[in-house]
């Protein structure tokens, strides 16, 4: 099989349905992950009919069940993983109950898990890509000296991305002999829910640094935070 297989956590909108688009049409089979079927199935069914190989698959990022069955499915159907993008998360109102477990929940110990799931089958691949879809507000070095982020930042999201960050820099170190390289990326603020009024690029542009570092080449870098050509500060 020479298409590259890419799977994009929480791709039925927003940010993440655009990334599964743009790396669809490159020609990769895509799989469309959401939390229930349904939502999958008419994700993946809309890029169908734009012309691109989308497959809808059942992955609440939560639920371990989901996560062992995605990867029996994937061994099965096609025997590797060429890209993953971590790209499901969740900016919870603060003070509500669990907002902080329920950040680390989904942000931080759902990648972690799908992660080391799909590790063996990554490791297949002649080009293995990891793209965690974190935020400058996960920067500790940003939130010292960005007044912007320091309004918009919360406890739980930002700790909850920071620890990812921290995940990145953990598995590339240990992967670093291989050809798979992992990165973590900043969107952007984005027109979406999660966005708010504060939101500047449409889920479109926000796509686009996922999709470069799921695309990078045999020298690109892999252990890096980035926005587009920029990198930034842990």
């Not at 400058?136 to 700790?159: D, I, K, R």
């Given at each position: 099989?020479?298409?590259?297989?890419?799977?994009?956590?929480?791709a039925?909108?927003?940010?993440?349905y655009?990334?599964?688009?743009?790396?669809?049409?490159?020609?990769?089979?895509?799989?469309?992950?959401?939390?229930?079927?349904?939502?999958?199935?008419?994700?993946?069914?809309?890029?169908?009919?734009?012309?691109?190989?989308?497959?809808?698959?059942?992955?609440?990022v939560?639920?371990?069940?989901?996560?062992?069955?995605?990867?029996?499915?994937?061994?099965?159907?096609?025997?590797?993983?060429?890209?993953?993008?971590?790209?499901?998360g969740?900016l919870l109102?603060?003070?509500?109950?669990g907002?902080?477990e329920?950040?680390?929940?989904?942000?931080?110990?759902?990648?972690?898990?799908?992660?080391?799931?799909?590790?063996?089958?990554?490791?297949?691949?002649?080009?293995?890509?990891?793209?965690?879809?974190?935020?400058?507000?996960?920067?500790?070095?940003?939130?010292?000296?960005?007044e912007?982020?320091?309004?918009?930042?919360?406890?739980?999201?930002?700790?909850?991305?920071?620890?990812?960050?921290?995940?990145?820099?953990?598995?590339?170190?240990?992967?670093?002999?291989?050809?798979?390289?992992i990165?973590?990326?900043?969107?952007?603020?984005?027109?979406?829910?999660?966005?708010?009024?504060?939101?500047?690029?449409?889920?479109?542009?926000?796509?686009?640094?996922?999709?470069?570092?799921?695309?990078?080449?045999?020298?690109?870098?892999?252990?890096?935070?980035?926005?587009?050509?920029?990198?930034?500060?842990?």
């Amino acid at each position: 099989m020479n298409s590259k297989i890419a799977l994009v956590t929480g791709a039925s909108k927003g940010i993440g349905y655009e990334v599964a688009r743009q790396l669809g049409q490159q020609g990769m089979t895509v799989l469309v992950s959401a939390r229930t079927q349904h939502d999958a199935d008419e994700a993946a069914g809309t890029l169908k009919n734009e012309g691109v190989d989308a497959v809808g698959v059942e992955l609440e990022v939560t639920n371990r069940e989901h996560i062992a069955k995605l990867a029996g499915f994937i061994e099965a159907q096609y025997g590797k993983l060429d890209i993953l993008v971590n790209n499901a998360g969740v900016l919870l109102k603060e003070g509500t109950e669990g907002a902080f477990e329920q950040s680390f929940e989904v942000n931080t110990f759902a990648p972690f898990h799908i992660t080391e799931a799909l590790l063996p089958l990554l490791l297949k691949s002649d080009a293995g890509r990891i793209v965690n879809q974190s935020s400058a507000l996960g920067s500790m070095q940003f939130l010292l000296s960005n007044e912007l982020a320091q309004q918009l930042a919360t406890p739980s999201y930002s700790a909850s991305k920071a620890a990812l960050n921290m995940l990145t820099v953990f598995w590339a170190n240990k992967y670093k002999d291989t050809p798979l390289k992992i990165n973590t990326v900043h969107p952007g603020l984005v027109k979406t829910r999660m966005g708010g009024d504060k939101g500047e690029l449409t889920p479109e542009e926000g796509a686009k640094t996922a999709v470069r570092y799921a695309t990078i080449d045999a020298d690109g870098p892999t252990g890096g935070f980035f926005y587009m050509d920029n990198t930034l500060p842990w």
